[in-house]
């Protein structure tokens, strides 16, 4: 735990326990064992009795808030010594100080006495001018120019009436422009009041054409969508256009009143008097020169960092969806990575996911040897007795897909299921490290062969070798954070691996290394000493491998599965230290664990209270006694495969009016991409996902999900395919532009669930999204 004090320990304590609905000793508990080196999967599912049952949302909400609420405490004290160095610490101001609950609120505290180079107001002060700036502010009625006569001092670089009226000015405008309370009510204000503007750069209109829904375009900042403001971020990013932040919709008035503000908060008022039109320009100059850029940096920062939470918030859920998608597993699989002129790479993966066969075939142009290439295809699924086939989606998918129908028809009874699987990430494993050094002597191009038949084995078992990032179902996903957005995908599959747990005499280096507790170089020990000594056993022989002691066993343990091992328990979830508990429930029911395991009838008439004890608690023997009831329950949904239609290869041969069947690509804030074996993606915008009203297309729909869905709209010069889910739709109800739907405009509020209809997508940020996905 970092140094810090009571009190900042306290405040952290309370501000976490707000946030996460916790009570403050459950809030403690989890953040000692986060000290402690405990995973957040590992407090999760076996330390409920230490934080009373918090779950893995909010051990991952507390975990990320803690960081940030860590860090504003060291700024904090950061802040308090160098006041304090200065002299100028006063009791109000540690008290203003200390009571700041943000890192905006301590910035703008800190402004006046943050060191800077020598200001226009610094070298105004040095020339003794500051005393005709209070003179002038504390009486108005004094003539400015008469005033500052005696003032001019050409040693000091003051020449004339005009330059001591300058300096005087320049004093106000720093003092007002670092006033904290000023700062943070017209913060507020802008905020809620902004207007967020974009302008084409001229001359780029041609150039910028994808971003020209946003040529001429206002919005309010305070609800503008996160995937909107990525998009003109990502737009001002490339000089097609420009942004700004007008206060207000009528910008006029806007300025107007900020700087009325800035005159009340300094005392001032218009009343003809000799010094008024100067104290009113400096307010004036106030605003424009300092406190209007500051504070439009600012919020577009805080605006920014929103959107950035929510696409990576996305990017998890997305990711999280397509790790736990139904396994087809232990079973051949033939897999497939189309292509045209180099070929179709193919290759067969045993039951175990153990590469048997590989070959490439040329059955496209311009060889277009179709039959040389069924021949050798069939001749690789009856020598290794192939279950299924996947095929990869990218260049080429539905035509090899038409060749693995017409093996399908020679094979007939002993033809294996054919399955079009998501390629996104195979070549960057297959040009990775990981994959040199499990296939040394494999040409890279076959390798993404490899990887694709092994995902549809096992999509979480093969996707870890990939970096997340690469996997291609996020929002924006290069344009965010990306320490942010690595921490949380980082943070997503381990959750995910843990969720589902890993048999340790099967798994994978790479897949090991996301175990609660295990580094990457512990999963390489553990897979060495089982290569070296033959499959483990039992738990307790994980202690033997280098480098792992009781503490990593602590927490991986639990998530490690051994199979037909010498003790049955090492088979489920159940923690070996908990194993105790399971011998009371055994001597209790009078059975062996073996005999015990599976027998539902006996298990649930059993009362988990009469097994609780000084260290287990009745939340952890309920888990036992519903672990022992399935043991190594696998929580994934079980496999099915999407069937795209027959004679719909490209987006040429879609039709107005096709209702088609395909899965969920990909969900974003405005909608949902789904793959209907065309090569490119069609949109389901977010108000024709149901008919009822939808606030997050997660409500509805995940990543991997297989969808009925009408194609109302195809615009094939610009590859774009509108869908709906809503299969009454016609045509004729759509908007005729994106500007009608409220995701475009929200600032007009809902429509009523009734009149929601499908959404053409001729808006930038579907068609940007739209080709990162399919380059990804």
């Given at each position: 735990m970092p140094d810090l004090s009571p009190a900042a320990q306290h405040r952290i304590f309370e501000t976490l326990a707000a946030e996460t609905a916790a009570r403050l000793p459950q809030v403690k508990a989890a953040v000692d064992l986060l000290d402690g080196g405990a995973t957040v999967p590992f407090i999760a599912r076996y330390r409920k009795e230490a934080t009373e049952g918090l779950d893995d949302t909010q051990l991952r909400l507390l975990e990320s808030r803690l960081l940030y609420l860590r860090e504003m405490e060291d700024r904090r004290a950061a802040i308090l010594a160098s006041i304090d160095e200065q002299g100028h610490l006063s009791d109000a101001l540690r008290g203003e100080i200390e009571a700041a609950d943000s890192k905006s609120r301590l910035e703008d505290l800190y402004l006046p006495f943050k060191p800077k180079r020598r200001t226009r107001a610094q070298i105004a002060r040095e020339a003794g001018l500051e005393p005709l700036a209070d003179g002038l502010l504390a009486d108005p009625t004094q003539d400015p120019d008469t005033f500052a006569t005696g003032f001019v001092d050409a040693e000091k670089g003051v020449a004339d009436n005009k330059a001591a009226l300058d300096g005087a000015r320049a004093i106000l405008m720093e003092r007002w422009g670092e006033d904290a309370t000023l700062i943070g009510a017209l913060r507020d204000w802008l905020q809620g009041n902004g207007v967020l503007r974009a302008k084409v750069v001229s001359g780029k209109e041609q150039e910028g054409a994808k971003f020209r829904d946003y040529f001429d375009h206002a919005e309010p900042l305070a609800k503008i969508p996160s995937h909107r403001l990525l998009a003109l971020l990502r737009a001002r990013r490339e000089e097609f256009i420009t942004l700004d932040l007008e206060p207000g919709a009528d910008a006029e008035s806007g300025h107007a009143y900020a700087e009325a503000q800035v005159a009340m908060h300094a005392g001032i008022r218009a009343a003809n008097r000799p010094a008024d039109t100067w104290l009113m320009t400096a307010c004036r100059l106030t605003w424009k020169a300092k406190l209007h850029l500051h504070l439009m940096i600012d919020l577009m920062q805080q605006a920014r960092e929103r959107a950035d939470a929510e696409a990576i918030a996305v990017f998890g859920s997305n990711l999280k969806d397509l790790l736990l998608a139904a396994p087809a597993g232990p079973k051949a699989v033939m897999g497939l990575d189309p292509g045209i002129r180099t070929g179709v790479k193919v290759a067969v993966v045993d039951a175990t996911g153990k590469l048997v066969a590989t070959d490439t075939i040329y059955p496209h142009e311009p060889k277009r040897q179709w039959d040389a290439s069924l021949a050798s295809l069939r001749t690789l699924c009856e020598r290794h007795g192939v279950q299924l086939i996947a095929i990869g989606n990218g260049t080429a998918s539905r035509e090899t897909d038409a060749l693995a129908a017409d093996l399908l028809k020679q094979l007939k009874d002993k033809a294996p299921a054919k399955v079009v699987v998501s390629e996104a990430g195979a070549s960057v494993y297959s040009a990775s490290e990981l994959a040199a050094r499990e296939f040394p002597s494999l040409d890279v191009s076959l390798r993404g062969a490899v990887s694709i038949a092994r995902r549809l084995q096992d999509p979480l078992a093969e996707l870890v070798k990939i970096e997340p990032k690469a996997i291609g179902v996020g929002q924006y996903q290069h344009d965010v954070d990306q320490y942010r957005l690595a921490r949380t995908l980082d943070a997503t599959v381990e959750d995910c691996v843990n969720a589902v747990g890993v048999d340790v005499n099967t798994a994978s280096a790479a897949l090991l290394s996301r175990v609660s507790g295990l580094s990457s170089s512990v999963a390489e020990n553990i897979v060495l000493h089982r290569d070296?000594?033959?499959?483990?056993?039992?738990?307790?022989?994980?202690?033997?491998?280098?480098?792992?002691?009781?503490?990593?066993?602590?927490?991986?343990?639990?998530?490690?599965?051994?199979?037909?091992?010498?003790?049955?328990?090492?088979?489920s979830s159940v923690h070996p230290e908990a194993y105790p508990v399971v011998e009371r429930i055994l001597a209790a029911t009078g059975k062996r664990a073996d005999a015990l395991i599976g027998d539902t009838a006996t298990l649930r008439s059993l009362k988990p209270g009469h097994f609780v004890d000084d260290r287990f608690g009745e939340p952890t023997v309920r888990d036992i006694l519903l672990e022992l009831e399935k043991p190594g329950r696998d929580p994934r949904p079980a496999f099915q495969a999407v069937r795209f239609a027959e004679g719909v290869h490209d987006i040429k041969d879609l039709q107005v009016g096709m209702v088609l069947e395909g899965v969920v690509s990909n969900v974003a804030a405005f909608g949902a991409f789904v793959d209907i074996g065309v090569h490119q993606d069609g949109l389901v915008h977010i108000s024709a996902l149901s008919d009822r009203f939808v606030k997050d297309p997660r409500e509805v729909v995940k990543a991997g999900d297989i969808v009925k869905v009408k194609v109302v709209e195809v615009d094939v010069a610009r590859k774009r395919i509108a869908l709906t889910r809503r299969l009454d739709d016609t045509p004729a109800k759509n908007p005729a532009h994106p500007s009608q739907h409220r995701d475009a405009r929200p600032d007009r509020?809902?429509?009523?669930?009734?009149?929601?209809?499908?959404?053409?997508?001729?808006?930038?940020?579907?068609?940007?999204?739209?080709?990162?996905?399919?380059k990804t």
């Open positions: 070296a000594k033959g499959a483990f056993r039992s738990r307790k022989q994980l202690l033997d491998v280098p480098r792992l002691g009781e503490k990593t066993f602590e927490q991986c343990a639990g998530f490690l599965r051994i199979r037909n091992g010498d003790q049955p328990l090492d088979a509020g809902p429509k009523p669930p009734v009149k929601q209809a499908a959404a053409p997508i001729n808006s930038a940020f579907a068609d940007a999204f739209a080709r990162a996905q399919k």
